[in-house]
């Protein structure tokens, strides 16, 4: 396939922002994808070689790409830099210079989708002394037989700036239309994904094995299954009811989650977010090993940091250690971990994402050897609400931040990817008028004054609307950022910049920048209330209106643990809005019984 077809394809996606006529043309491209790369045309599209967790980047710097381009363009320094100024845009400035070089030499071979991806991985690959110039050297040699316009996007991919506003929901919506018949299989292409976080393999199975093959996919040791998660409640009452009168309770613990795979001695730890960790708990690793009685086994627990001295629980922040690479060694002597284990997905050949709960939990139980530093989560079955109430608060004096309350039916499957009513947390910090935290991705910004001025006053946060895959602004937030905080954005926001509103945003307010739903952070609020200005939950609780939270603060807790799609849901912020508007109707009821 030439990569030009792929490259056409990609400038019409790129006039558009509205999802619909994006599925129509990875449709189009799908169809006239041979079968044997449509993995790698998949990734491509994403702006990637390979699937995110692998972990594996192109790691080509600006300043790298730009060497190439003028190594190829005959451009100066100077010039490519003046461009670079005015354009603002690393794949502009390529297709310009590129284009005045004129025209290719005759009889030169047009690119392929697979040179462009063969030396893409090349480029992604190399490492150690020399690999900057032999980087430097791959990407000239794809530029010198490149169009303007493919030297575009592929200095985009390289500098790890493609934004064709593609997420891979889309990806999947076009990959059930043209090997599942139509969009009404899209549920078993988007489990395959959620079992594999795989986006590549999910369409090449799709291509050779269709339908069939994506029906009977199956977890794989080594690729991360993408987490179930929790929705919330507020009393136990509610919590019996939506649970049919009785469920699992466990310690909700405040730490980091992770999903461990175990393949004999190899071990592969996993963020909630799919990154591999491994490397940040060398500890963690050893102690698998032997605690785990199994070949084989995909287990999640909770990581939480603990005081060597003491033994309690420590807050999550101590676990920012691990992050930092040098200081590794030091931090497993410092801030030892504990592992709180709370699920086991697979075990020696076993796939158990379809076994109910404590099936599940029976299978763990029989297969960990508790130590000092792994236990399972303390957990028990509960069948009313002063039972639940009892262990909640035992929880909190523990030192856990609430429980979580798992279904115990025939139906309580590991849900891969969904946050549902199979769990549901119980956490300290609610109460009627005052929200949860939630957490919102950052889309815009504005610029500060006074003592803000050169750096963000604002940010712009939306929550996701996992239906129509976007993300809808729900308040702008200016409290809670320390001078740090202000500095941090600034430099955490610079490579996100876009010039105009992402595809992927739907806001009514204007923002002085814009930027790339990327970056989640924690926001607490006072209430939530009907806005003409926000688009979060739009005509739901009133025609033309949305809804916002009120007096937004960061809460100091940056959540790059959390995918922009792991924010808290439009949904989940009009559930929270109804019950708000329930508790005050209730308080206001029993206030006027009591008048009366
Ligand atoms: P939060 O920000 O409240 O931690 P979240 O969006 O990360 O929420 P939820 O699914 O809402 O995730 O809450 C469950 C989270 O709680 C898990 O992701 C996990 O990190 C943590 N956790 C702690 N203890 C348990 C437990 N016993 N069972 C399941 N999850 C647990």
């Known amino acids: 396939m030439l990569f030009s077809e792929l490259v056409e394809l990609y400038e019409k996606i790129e006039r558009t922002s509205k999802r619909l006529e994006m599925t129509d043309l990875l449709v189009s491209l799908f169809h006239k994808t041979p079968r044997e790369i449509v ?6 599209t994403l702006g990637e070689v390979y699937p995110a967790y692998v972990g594996l980047e192109l790691g080509v710097a600006d300043k790298l790409a730009l060497r190439a381009v003028r190594q190829v363009s005959g451009a100066s320094e100077k010039q490519v830099n003046e461009l670079m100024a005015r354009l603002g845009d690393i794949g502009l400035v390529a297709e310009t210079l590129i284009g005045r070089r004129g025209q290719q030499t005759l009889f030169q071979e047009p690119l392929t989708v697979e040179t462009v991806y063969n030396a893409l991985e090349r480029i992604a690959k190399a490492s150690g002394p020399g690999s900057i110039e032999t980087k430097l050297q791959i990407l000239s040699g794809l530029l010198s037989q490149a169009s303007p316009t493919e030297a575009k996007h592929i200095l985009r991919i390289v500098t790890g700036k493609m934004r064709l506003g593609i997420a891979d929901m889309t990806i999947l919506d076009a990959l059930a239309i ?8 899209r549920d078993y292409f988007e489990r395959a994904y959620n079992l594999s976080s795989d986006i590549g393999l999910v369409a090449k199975t799709a291509a050779l094995e269709g339908l ?5 996919f199956k977890l794989i040791v080594g690729k991360p299954i993408r987490p179930m998660l929790a929705e919330r409640l507020s009393s136990p009452e509610e919590i019996l009811d939506k649970l049919d009168g009785s469920g699992f309770a466990e310690y909700k613990y405040d730490g980091e989650r992770m999903q461990i795979h175990k393949k004999r001695d190899e071990v592969m730890i996993f963020s909630r977010r799919q990154e591999n960790i491994t490397s940040q708990y060398p500890d963690v690793v050893e102690q698998v090993k032997s605690c785990v009685k199994a070949d084989e086994a995909i287990l999640e627990c909770e990581t939480v940091a603990i005081d060597a001295n003491t033994g309690e629980m420590l807050p999550f922040q101590e676990l920012m250690h691990r992050k930092r690479k040098k200081e590794i060694e030091r931090a497993v002597e410092e801030y030892p ?11 020696d050949g076993k796939d158990l994402t379809l ?8 299978m763990l139980e029989a297969i960990l050897s508790e130590t000092n530093m792994s236990r399972l989560s303390k957990g028990m079955v509960v ?12 929880a909190i004096e523990s030192g856990c931040e609430g429980i979580i309350v798992k279904a115990i ?4 499957v590991y849900r891969a990817g969904a946050r549902g009513w199979l769990w549901i947390k119980y956490k300290r910090d609610y109460k009627s008028e005052m929200i949860d935290t939630v957490d919102l991705v950052i889309v815009g910004a504005f610029h500060g004054r006074g003592k803000r001025s050169g750096k963000y006053g604002a940010l712009l946060m939306a929550a996701y609307n996992k239906e129509k895959d976007v993300f809808q602004t729900v308040c702008k937030v200016g409290s809670g950022f ?6 941090m954005f600034v430099n955490l926001l610079r490579p996100h910049i876009i010039p105009h509103r992402h595809a992927r945003v739907d806001s009514i307010m204007e923002a002085d920048v814009w930027v790339e739903p990327k970056i989640v952070l924690e926001i607490i609020g006072a209430e939530i209330t009907i806005s003409p200005t926000h688009t979060c939950g739009w005509d739901m609780a009133r025609k033309n209106f949305g809804l916002a939270i009120r007096f937004p603060r960061y809460t100091g807790r940056l959540r790059d643990d959390k995918a922009p799609e792991d924010a808290t849901t439009t949904d989940e912020i009009v559930e929270m809005y109804k019950r708000q508007l329930k508790k005050i109707t209730e308080e206001r009821v029993s206030q006027v019984e009591g008048e009366v």
Request: hydrophobic letters at 35%; zero cysteines; proline letters at 3%.
């Open 337 to 347: 971990v504990n592992l709180f284990f709370f699920d086991l997905l697979y075990v």
């Open 355 to 362: 076994s109910p709960f404590l099936e599940r939990r029976r």
């Open 212 to 216: 069939e093959g994506i029906k009977n």
């Open 482 to 487: 320390t001078d740090e905080d202000l500095e």
């Open 409 to 412: 039916g025939p139906e309580s």
């Open 383 to 394: 069948e009313n609400a002063e039972q639940l109430e009892r262990f909640f608060q035992e």
């Open 39 to 44: 993995d790698k045309v998949a990734y491509l």
């Open 178 to 185: 043209v090997f599942g018949g139509s969009k009404e299989t």
